[in-house]
């Protein structure tokens, strides 16, 4: 199939983004790395009448340190955040996962984050360390937490006329340790489970994708090994499981139970 016919507007600047996106309003559509939203458009699943492409916003293309945090702007693909030596070391696990060194060179961590499909790696990494979302319209900011950014499949927090401009991920702490690990068909292929966990001190966090619309986060204060079982027992009831052409219901909860003792170990020796 072929897209609906839109405009096309190169922006070369935020503002004639942001200018582009109030006038359109819900018509208009952000292209960044075109690598969800190509696919999306020739499948006629979105219709918008304007292409407003970033990429080409110098502003938005370098990644930069602020209050012990990971900034990173707009238009970074996931290839350069990877190929980063100072990396994030969950970011450097996931990422791998992440398709293909072509889509990443392409794909951007933003718009992974805009498209927020449920069983995307950086959505769930983002969950999992508390990053935020640096939203911007024309007349305004606003920063909101990754846990409430992601509202359900493929749906955030983000208005008419807003964009990301960047994300924010926490740097690492000495005392943190974390893992990742998933199962999809074939190595770059979207997870049908993802699973992610951090540890500091006798906390744990564990997030989960590719379950439910969101990534689902539990955390616990203190957890003995004896009861692991039954905590990830508990989770998995807990998650909104359902059968599709992929993965029945039951594949799912017993993979999250599986992958998530896998990366509690892993975070835990
Ligand atoms: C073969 C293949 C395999 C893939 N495998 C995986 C995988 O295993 N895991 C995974 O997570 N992804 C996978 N993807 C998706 C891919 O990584 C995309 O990069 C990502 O989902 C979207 O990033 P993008 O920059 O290409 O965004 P685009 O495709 O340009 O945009 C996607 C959506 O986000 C919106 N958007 C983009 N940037 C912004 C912004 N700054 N502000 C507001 N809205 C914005 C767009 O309007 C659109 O709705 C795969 C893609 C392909 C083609």
Redesign the pocket.
């Known amino acids: 199939m072929k897209p609906a016919p839109f405009d096309y507007l190169r922006a070369d600047d935020i503002s004639a983004a942001l200018s582009a996106l109030h006038d359109a309003g819900e018509d208009a ?11 999306m458009l020739n499948m006629r699943l979105a219709k918008p009448s304007l292409l407003i492409d ?1 990429m080409h916003i110098e502003a938005l293309g370098a990644i930069r340190e602020e209050k012990a945090a990971l900034v990173i702007p ?1 238009c970074v693909t ?1 290839e350069a955040l990877l190929r980063r030596s100072d990396l994030h070391p969950l970011l450097a696990k996931a990422l791998p ?4 060194v072509q ?1 990443r060179a ?3 961590v ?3 984050i ?2 927020a ?1 449920p069983s ?3 959505p769930l990494c983002l969950a999992l360390l508390g990053g935020e979302v640096s939203i911007r319209s024309r007349r305004k900011r606003r920063t909101v937490q990754a846990a409430d950014f992601f509202r359900g499949m493929m749906l955030t927090d ?1 208005r008419p006329g807003e ?2 401009e960047a994300v924010r991920i926490p740097l690492a702490r000495k005392n943190q340790r974390f893992a990742f690990t998933e199962i999809g068909r074939r190595h ?3 997870a049908i489970v993802a699973v992610a966990a951090m540890r500091e001190g006798d906390t744990l966090r564990l997030t989960v994708g590719g379950v439910n619309d969101t990534p689902a986060i539990r955390e616990w204060a203190t957890l003995d090994t004896a009861d692991i079982p039954d905590a990830l027992n508990d989770l998995a009831w807990s998650l909104d499981a359902r059968d599709d052409l992929h993965a029945t219901a039951r594949y799912r909860r017993d993979l999250m139970r599986n992958l998530g003792r896998i990366v509690i170990e892993e975070v835990s020796s």
């Open positions: 559509r952000v292209l960044a790395g075109g690598q969800s939203l190509g696919a970033i707009a996931q996962w992440t398709g293909h889509t392409r794909g951007t933003c718009g992974s805009a498209h499909d995307a790696e950086l983000l964009m990301i770059g292929d979207f």
